[in-house]
């Protein structure tokens, strides 16, 4: 049973493209978020949501909309992608804010 | 504001000896720190974390990590280093009561048989 699932693993496209990411957790959570890790492997916090309700929004393009349709689920649509979104995207939840966050595996995006 | 320096990028050890991975953190209230690993092509685990209890933190896998107020750190160790230890190692802080989570740069340990 995966705690925190993440669709597509893999995501290839092309350049001016909107793209989906889709992230569920079955732990009863109340908090989660999004996480890009670029090529040299850092991490950064881009999205948090708490009961449905946004309460992190790093200086993120408008071009990333997160959507929490409730407290399972929180999925991360992006416009017009470009060069320099190619990363691998991670979900996360906490049981609340401030609690240890558990990671989902990831999303590899690549946009040629 | 928090933030975290992890010193060396990369740090390679024999198997059976120890290992040392370093964290400095800076933080303008009480830190919450942890460290997750994260193995080739899947998402990160937590290993530990100091939630403001005893400052020895034991992990999963052997780890431990001593939170030192005074020099401000958070070192990772394990007396015995094993083949299955190869991954990145990442350093995190976040403020009291924050949910946000500021990761350091990550240190790749490899092990050397």
């Known amino acids: 049973d995966t705690a925190v699932s993440q669709t597509p693993k893999y995501l290839v496209t092309q350049m001016g493209n909107d793209k989906s990411i889709k992230c569920e957790q079955n732990l009863g959570h109340d908090t989660m978020y999004w996480y890009k890790q670029d090529s040299k492997k850092f991490l950064k916090i881009m999205f948090s949501y708490n009961n449905k309700e946004l309460i992190i929004n790093e200086t993120v393009p408008n071009r990333f909309s997160p959507k929490s349709p409730d407290k399972a689920h929180l999925n991360l649509h992006i416009n017009s992608l470009e060069l320099g979104d190619s990363a691998v995207y991670f979900c996360?939840?906490?049981?609340?804010?401030?609690?240890?966050?558990?990671f989902g595996p990831g999303t590899r995006l690549l946009v040629l | 504001a928090q933030s975290v320096t992890q010193l060396g990028s990369h740090v390679s050890v024999s198997e059976g000896a120890l290992v040392l991975l370093r964290c400095n953190y800076s933080?303008?209230?009480?830190?919450?720190l942890f460290w997750y690993v994260q193995y080739p092509n899947q998402g990160l685990q937590l290993l530990l974390k100091?939630?403001?209890?005893?400052?020895l933190v034991k992990g999963i896998n052997g780890f431990e990590a001593e939170f030192k107020k005074s020099e401000t750190s958070f070192h990772l160790t394990k007396p015995s280093a094993h083949m299955s230890d190869a991954a990145e190692y990442f350093c995190a802080v976040s403020a009291f009561g924050n949910e946000k989570l500021t990761f350091g740069t990550g240190t790749r340990l490899t092990i050397i048989p």
């Open positions: 996360a939840s906490s049981l609340r804010a401030a609690e240890t966050q558990y």
């Open positions: 100091y939630t403001s209890a005893a400052t």
């Open positions: 933080s303008s209230v009480p830190p919450y």
